[in-house]
């Protein structure tokens, strides 16, 4: 009878949480053996985005690769539909995307990795809204073509928190290219049906970088020494990237309510945009001097230097 009531006791006792169990065993430990499991075996971690793709080494802490795919990979078909973009032949989309996928990761490992692809298990991070039909052309890759012997899926916000030393609870801000996503996680589990998402992301600060630069910065070719606008051939998309990766900073000025009505800078294109605007950035900029000077290769004018105003 003693040990019938023992046993209902136990029934009834509640299940210890994630964040108990973790605390017993160590925040760095507990983090690695969610992500890569009991064992210490070495995996490859993929991050694939819609607008690069970082691959590397589990317990390092850089990607050995990151490259841009947006210039490569034309998402077509059932994967653009899921994007939200028009739709084309929808069998010889996915067939494309999956011979250009074979053919970058292929790449990958053999010039970065320097591993052979049956030899590690894959862990790819991946966000919450990635397309389904995404993800099963790069299964189907790595499983298929590439031979690898595993694929582990993990959310992008779980791996963010983890390698902060926490998985207990954390809102995660994914600055992505096409997309900005906020999404909470709690015990090492992401709350998507709670997460929000804009569409105000890296795209459109390219593109409005590249607006401004068009009209405000200036280039001296090496050859002329002499000033020209920034016209075709000078700002390449590496430049541009460059600049805004390496040089822009968060203004911790605000201009005032009457302006705020006059930033119309919409798809780089900045005809819209007020000089009083303007004269404003110009007047209570906090950089040291009032021009940035990049030296540069532009594909028409060979090397030369961009003069770019500070308040950009």
């Known amino acids: 009878m003693t040990s019938g009531l023992d046993s209902l006791n136990f029934l009834r006792r509640p299940l210890p949480s994630t964040s108990s169990v973790l605390s017993g065993i160590g925040v760095g430990s507990s983090a690695s053996s969610i992500l890569y499991g009991a064992s210490t075996e070495e995996k490859i971690i993929i991050d694939l985005g819609t607008h690069s793709l970082r691959a590397g080494f589990s ?38 995307l999956e011979a250009r996928l074979v053919e970058h990761l292929r790449d990958v490992y053999r010039r970065d990795l320097l591993v052979d692809a049956r030899t590690k ?79 105000l992301a890296g795209s459109a600060l390219f593109e409005n970088l590249r607006g401004l630069l068009r009209k405000y910065a200036r280039f001296t070719p090496a050859s002329s020494l002499v000033d020209m606008d920034c016209r075709e051939g000078v700002l390449t998309d590496t430049v541009v990237s460059h600049v805004m990766t390496k040089l822009l900073v968060a203004s911790p000025v605000a201009p005032p309510d009457k302006l705020r009505g006059t930033l119309g800078v919409v798809d780089g294109d900045v005809s819209a945009l007020s000089n009083e605007l303007v004269a404003f950035y ?14 540069i290769d532009s594909e028409r004018y060979g090397r030369g230097l961009l003069l770019i105003p500070s308040w950009i």
């Open 59 to 96: 317990g390092d802490h850089t990607p050995i690769h990151s490259s841009v795919l947006n210039t490569k990979f034309a998402l077509t078909g059932s994967i653009t539909r899921a994007l939200g973009h028009s739709s084309q032949s929808t069998a010889e989309s996915e067939e494309e």
């Open 121 to 199: 298990k894959v862990a790819l991070v991946e966000s919450a809204l990635v397309p389904v039909a995404l993800r099963l052309a790069v299964v189907r890759v790595l499983l298929g073509n590439l031979r690898v012997p595993q694929v582990s899926f993990y959310p992008g916000s779980v791996a963010a928190l983890m390698t902060c030393g926490s998985v207990h609870a954390g809102l995660v801000v994914d600055c992505g290219h096409r997309m900005v996503t906020v999404t909470p996680v709690y015990e090492a589990r992401a709350l998507s049906p709670y997460a929000t998402s804009t569409p």
């Open 282 to 295: 110009e007047s209570n900029s906090t950089c040291a001097s009032a021009t940035m000077r990049l030296t």
